[in-house]
Nanobody, 116 residues
């Protein structure tokens, strides 16, 4: 199995920045198979949506709503999301996600609140 632990959420004013981190741990087999890693978010009353993902080979996918403002990066067993120029609509619970050999794993979520 894979355990994902997020950190870095919080309250920020519109126009500000936050950096989310996600650290993965678990079986070597599952850790080696993590591909892709990414971030989803879920706002109140809305469905969970993909924010950004990155493969082992470095292929990156962003939601249109965050292009040019968010940057995803990946370390050995970590994934980061640098969020700049935050807007109220970015307020949500952000979840770290990975897929390993066909199984999806999720973190517990971290709250990001953007005040105007």
């Amino acid at each position: 199995q894979v355990q994902l632990v997020e950190s870095g959420g919080g309250l920020v004013q519109a126009g500000g920045s936050l950096r989310l981190s996600c650290a993965a741990s678990g079986s070597i087999y599952r850790i080696n198979g993590m591909d892709p890693m990414g971030w989803y978010r879920q706002a109140p009353g809305k469905q969970r949506e993909l924010v950004a993902s990155i493969t082992k080979g470095g292929m990156i996918n962003y939601a249109d709503s965050v292009k040019g403002r968010f940057t995803i990066s990946r370390g050995k067993n970590t994934v980061y999301l640098q969020m700049d120029s935050l807007i109220r609509e970015d307020t949500a619970v952000y979840y770290c996600n990975t897929r390993s050999y066909g199984l999806d794993f999720w973190g517990q979520g971290t709250q990001v609140t953007v005040s105007s």
